[in-house]
């Protein structure tokens, strides 16, 4: 996982895994995203392995985010995402479609 | 910070064997009786179970064979597919498939993908086969036809659930595979993003399920979420009545969950901290009576209340720890129908297990010590006990072989029968036997209680042909040691043409012992009381000596006397035996007697390992702290019973061939500094790295060890803890530091060897100093230099001019 500050947003870019296994280090990295205070680029485009556990991580940074007012754009969601999220009833919640 | 899934690996491999376990059980019950719903349903959820749990940790061999038993399982619950007796052995090869895998998961060994995948690849063809439903309704009832249904279903998992390995999205899955779902997600829990705990689940489910479905599938998909009572679900069938209010839906648990009976899983080493903690409780109690005992009565009033109320509390705590290491013996019963199904079957015979007292509890100890005992009995009992269905029709019999485990409580003890209805022993087999092995004479006639002995006679065997069952002689006399080794008897009993029953009678733990307390020489030992039958005084008209032996006329019975005095001590003068007592036991049904100087009271003591920090010691089970908190040795009767004094090993030369290789610490001698802590003993200065140094305390009294080179002087009792205590001059046949042992300093080491750390104390005059040096300066003894004990040095030191030799602990104790 990585989060790179850009000039206009921050960029946090997802490994394959968003699970039990990675859980911890993907709430560091977004808590960190999210203390710039400026809008975030979720790059989801290449996982391939997710859990409920990771998907309520998404969950809970988007709704603080939008309570801050944050922008929250994501990239290509993969196809795993969708569908976990859909299965949930998230997908809409977490505006993915967009 | 990542989580490391692998913690929960052994909580898989636990759960998961069980889950075997059950499926065995069940596929067995479908073998012996009709094919029954719920047993398909309980087989389906253990493949469907492992599927999940597996995928979890990646295993993905056994993931992809327990999806495909479980789909073809789903087809026979839908009436689709058939279950005959091939596929009902191939279910078997499934369980024995996943048990070898989880088995070589657990040792970190690689898995065998060759038999799963051949496995995987039959199921998947049965998968591909035609319906065969049409032919599947003689022993399968069909469903009755399901109508339209509407559920709500409340799905609030716990919130360790994530922990558990339970996935909601899998469960929200596997319920809309169902019928139509409706999915309402509450988020009122969810923490702001900062104090989130990602690991814990803050989401609940508000769900409407819509089709033809049967409320049994919604369980069936939320029985695997059911792990505590935190865990709300509940399920309102429209049809049934009207919506209940989720705050009441506790009371719909039981009725869903399949166990009513809540357990943890607590590591057995937790246990028997706990069970340390409350033998040190007895003691306690033990030593105030004793200090009680010194006091004026009339001024101690609330003192003996108050030894009393800890005297309940720690029979109480005690009690309840005892109950927490006890488990059902079923945990070693549940094994033996699939392994009287594939003996019976080998070997071409019928056969019937009866299993009773499943429920009759037991140190998980001592279950797993009598799985192997058990095991060969049956193994025995099939192979050579139960006749070929063809015999047992000629002599009138049911073709059909009976084997009955029973199990139940009996005076302390727990006992189990092995009964079988087989052709019994063969007595004059047994007799020729003994006859050839010089155990029996000719003449001698040979019954129930001696044919235990001779059964356990290493290499016994009746069988003509060696099979791969049994009949290679090595068994019984190893089922015998191991009963032994946990304070149990085994007997006998057999008739010919109608069978053989074995009895075992066990100890219900072996961490606390109803013991009785003698005295021998002016120490003080502990017997169990399992392991005599009587005490007696000795009348010495009833003494008389045969062969040489001394023995003791008691009933018409000749006893052989056997004087502790001698085992214990190397004075081997016959002191008069007028006021002493003997102690009856009997050994192998050969019966012998202890000779003692004194009896004194019984009590319950609890067992400490002398093993742990020295070795193991013929005759001694292990040690116990008395109230006065010196300890007193456990005797092993049988062994004592046995022992003879050609037996006797030189220990001394024992020690020395196998102390090989022992460092003093071999993690301090890469030229680092180092800190010495030097002693005096008889005038001259010796040292030890004070890295290994535990304490130094005062030598207050020691219980001497029989049978130990001299130079260990006994054991002393450390906060609990038995162990060794060395004299460094008497090893070095310098003489001896001192007669009684009594107030001298002594330094507790710890010594290091492969995986092992033991803990000894050694004797000194005085402690002397400490000194900081770099391990290189410590210097070998020159390889010319005569000097007989070179190897429990590990090199010297030069202080001001003085050699101080540094002692290499480890040559001493292992």
């Not at chain 2, 929960?8 to 009709?34: C, H, P, R, V, Y």
Request: charged share 25%.
């Amino acid at each position: 996982m990585d989060c790179i500050l850009e000039k206009d947003n921050v960029i946090v870019k997802f490994d394959k895994h968003l699970d039990m296994t990675s859980i911890q280090d993907a709430f560091i990295m977004l808590k960190k995203a999210f203390d710039y205070n400026k809008p975030i680029l979720l790059q989801v485009n290449e996982i391939t392995r997710l859990d409920t556990a990771g998907l309520q991580l998404l969950l809970s940074f988007y709704l603080a985010a939008h309570e801050k007012k944050i922008t929250i754009q994501w990239e290509a969601p993969s196809a795993i995402l969708v569908e976990i999220a859909k299965i949930l009833n998230l997908y809409k919640l977490l505006k993915l479609s967009l | 910070m990542t989580i490391n899934i692998k913690q929960f690996l052994q909580t898989f491999i636990d759960e998961s064997t069980e889950m075997l376990q059950e499926m065995e059980g069940e596929l067995l019950k479908i073998k012996a009786e009709k094919i029954d719903k719920e047993s398909i349903n309980k087989i389906f959820r253990v493949a469907h179970s492992i599927k999940s749990s597996s995928n979890i940790f990646n295993f993905k061999i056994m993931s992809a064979l327990s999806h495909t038993v479980e789909n073809y399982l789903d087809q026979v619950r839908e009436n689709i597919k058939k279950l005959n007796k091939e596929e009902i052995e191939y279910l078997f090869s499934y369980v024995d498939c996943m048990r070898t895998m989880l088995l070589n998961i657990e040792n970190n060994l690689p898995i065998n993908e060759d038999a799963a995948n051949k496995l995987n690849e039959f199921f998947r063809k049965l998968l591909k086969t035609p319906k065969d439903n049409d032919n599947f309704s003689n022993n399968y009832q069909s469903e009755k036809t399901i109508k339209e249904n509407s559920f709500k279903i409340l799905y609030y998992p716990n919130r360790q659930c994530f922990l558990q390995g339970q996935e909601p999205f899998r469960i929200l899955n596997a319920l809309a595979e169902l019928g139509h779902l409706t999915v309402e997600i509450d988020m009122s829990d969810l923490p702001l993003f900062p104090m989130l705990d990602p690991t814990q689940c803050y989401l609940k489910w508000n769900l409407r399920l819509n089709g033809n479905i049967e409320k049994k599938s919604i369980e069936e998909v939320l029985a695997w979420t059911l792990d505590d009572d935190r865990e709300i679900i509940s399920i309102i069938d429209d049809e049934q009545g009207s919506e209940e209010n989720p705050k009441n839906a506790d009371t719909k648990i039981s009725e869903f969950n399949p166990s009513s009976s809540k357990s943890i899983r607590v590591a057995t080493d937790k246990i028997d901290n706990l069970m340390n903690i409350a033998g040190e409780f007895v003691i306690l109690q033990s030593m105030l009576n004793q200090i009680n005992k010194a006091f004026d009565k009339k001024q101690t009033e609330n003192l003996i209340e108050t030894i009393d109320k800890l005297e309940q509390n720690s029979l109480r705590l005690q009690d309840a720890l005892l109950r927490v290491r006890m488990i059902p013996i079923e945990f070693a019963f549940t094994r033996f129908p699939r392994m009287v199904h594939d003996l019976a079957k080998q070997m071409g015979k019928e056969v019937e297990l009866t299993l009773t007292g499943e429920k009759t509890e037991l140190d998980r100890t001592i279950i797993e010590k009598i799985i192997d005992p058990l095991s060969h009995l049956i193994r025995n009992a099939i192979d050579h006990g139960i006749e070929m269905p063809a015999i047992r029709k000629k002599s009138g019999k049911n073709p059909v072989g009976h084997i009955k485990i029973n199990s139940y409580q009996e005076s302390g003890c727990v006992v189990i029968d092995i009964i079988d209805d087989g052709a019994g022993l063969n007595f004059e087999k047994i007799r020729q036997y003994a006859i050839q092995q010089g155990l029996k004479s000719e003449s001698d006639k040979i019954d129930n209680d001696e044919i235990i002995k001779i059964l356990s006679h290493p290499g016994f065997s009746t069988a003509d042909s060696v099979t791969e069952i049994s009949g290679r002689g090595v068994g019984m006399d190893v089922v015998y040691k191991n009963l032994s080794d946990i304070g149990g008897k085994l007997t006998v009993e057999t008739k010919s043409g109608e069978g053989t029953k074995f009895q075992m009678r066990l100890p219900l733990t072996l961490a606390i012992m109803e013991c009785q307390l003698i005295k021998v020489s002016n120490e003080t030992y502990v017997i169990p009381l399992i392991s005599f039958s009587e005490i007696i005084k000795i009348d010495m008209n009833e003494l008389l000596l045969l062969d040489g032996m001394e023995c003791y006329k008691l009933r018409d019975n000749y006893i052989k006397i056997i004087r502790l005095s001698k085992f214990f001590t190397k004075n081997s003068q016959k002191n008069s035996l007028k006021n002493k007592y003997l102690l009856i036991i009997n050994d192998e049904n050969k019966k012998s007697a202890l000779c003692c100087d004194e009896v004194l009271w019984q009590q319950q003591v609890v067992i400490k390992s002398i093993e742990k920090n020295y070795q193991k010691i013929n005759g001694i089970t292990g040690a116990t702290i008395l109230g006065d908190g010196n300890p007193a040795l456990v005797l092993d009767v049988q062994t004592i019973a046995n022992f003879k004094n050609s037996e006797k090993i030189d220990l001394e030369q024992k020690i020395n061939l196998s102390a090989q290789n022992i460092s003093l610490n071999p993690a301090k001698l890469d030229n680092k500094f180092l800190d010495i802590l030097s002693f005096l003993i008889a005038g001259r200065e010796y040292g030890v790295d004070i890295h290994v140094v535990k304490e130094i305390s005062i030598c207050s009294s020691i219980t001497p060890l029989p049978n130990v080179p001299s130079y260990v002087k006994g054991i002393i009792n450390l906060r609990g803890m038995i162990i060794p205590v060395i004299d460094i001059l008497e090893c070095f046949s310098l003489g001896e530091i001192t007669k009684d042992n009594k107030d001298h300093p002594i330094i507790t080491v710890n010594i290091y060897s492969d995986n092992h750390i033991k803990t000894a104390g050694i004797i000194v005059d005085s402690v002397a100093d400490t000194y900081h040096i770099l391990s290189s300066h410590i210097n070998k003894i020159p390889d010319d230099e005569e000097f007989e004990f070179k190897s429990y040095i590990q090199g010297l030191i030069t202080i001001n001019n003085k050699n101080i030799p540094i002692l290499n602990m480890g040559h001493f104790i292992f």
